[in-house]
């Protein structure tokens, strides 16, 4: 079996069908991208950056559900350009929502200006970029490296009750117990390319 640094621009070759592909980064438990999964048959999710353990945890759910349409990166990915060619990936999902403050300041490397060159260069024509976080900080410094890249933000959003969040996204059990506490979750959703 290949290895996912030789997978770049074959992954539509290892799902056996050209379907689009989302890409969630910094994958935690699982709950998000498996749920999306079985709620879009008709499109491709990778995983990325989830531990071994998380790994093995998203692995056992998609069997589980019997899932053909998931697949996982679980290597740290310093670049996605190493993992996905140009114009690979449909949606980017960047979610980090975390009970975990000490974790917190360590994931601005998910939205940093050359994480963002990456994506954009895998992104396909069209592409979108979600992104949500109930860390105020880290969403304050992802809309700032969002602007200074001039990308064209579309929505944003605290209200997980709100069309644009639903469209798109799969609240996890922690998210909603955060949310329930009457915290907000931000949410973003950008044009990538």
Same mark, same amino acid.
């Given at each position: 079996? !290949?290895?996912?640094?030789?997978? &770049?621009?074959?992954?539509?070759?290892?799902?056996?069908?050209?379907?689009?592909?989302? /890409?969630? =980064?910094?994958?935690?438990?699982?709950? +998000?991208?498996?749920?999306?999964?079985? @709620?879009?048959?008709?499109?491709?999710?990778? *995983? /990325?950056?989830?531990?071994?353990?998380?790994?093995? @945890?998203?692995?056992? %759910? &998609? %069997? !589980?559900?019997?899932? %053909?349409?998931?697949? $996982?990166?679980?290597?740290?990915? %310093?670049? &996605?350009?190493? +993992?996905? &060619?140009?114009? !690979? $990936?449909? @949606?980017?999902y960047i979610n980090f929502c975390d009970p975990?403050?000490?974790?917190?300041h360590a994931k601005r490397r998910l939205v940093?200006?050359?994480?963002?060159?990456?994506?954009?260069?895998? *992104?396909?024509?069209?592409?979108?970029?979600?992104?949500?976080?109930?860390?105020? #900080?880290?969403?304050? +410094?992802?809309?700032?490296?969002?602007?200074?890249?001039?990308?064209? $933000?579309?929505?944003?959003? @605290?209200?997980?009750?709100? !069309?644009?969040?639903? *469209? #798109?996204? =799969?609240?996890?059990?922690?998210?909603?117990? +955060? *949310?329930?506490?009457?915290?907000? =979750?931000?949410?973003?959703?950008?044009? =990538?390319?």
């Amino acid at each position: 079996m !290949e290895s996912p640094e030789t997978m &770049a621009g074959k992954w539509s070759d290892l799902f056996g069908n050209s379907n689009p592909i989302h /890409v969630e =980064i910094g994958s935690g438990k699982g709950q +998000f991208l498996t749920q999306m999964a079985l @709620r879009h048959p008709e499109l491709n999710f990778i *995983a /990325v950056e989830g531990g071994p353990d998380i790994s093995i @945890r998203i692995l056992q %759910k &998609a %069997k !589980e559900l019997e899932l %053909k349409n998931l697949r $996982v990166i679980s290597v740290f990915v %310093k670049d &996605a350009r190493d +993992f996905f &060619a140009q114009g !690979e $990936v449909s @949606r980017i999902y960047i979610n980090f929502c975390d009970p975990w403050p000490k974790a917190r300041h360590a994931k601005r490397r998910l939205v940093y200006r050359g994480k963002l060159e990456a994506y954009r260069a895998i *992104a396909a024509p069209g592409a979108m970029l979600a992104f949500r976080t109930d860390n105020d #900080d880290l969403f304050q +410094f992802g809309l700032e490296e969002i602007d200074a890249m001039e990308l064209p $933000v579309e929505t944003v959003t @605290r209200d997980l009750h709100s !069309e644009p969040y639903f *469209a #798109d996204m =799969i609240p996890t059990e922690y998210e909603m117990k +955060f *949310a329930q506490s009457g915290k907000s =979750i931000n949410y973003t959703l950008v044009h =990538i390319n």
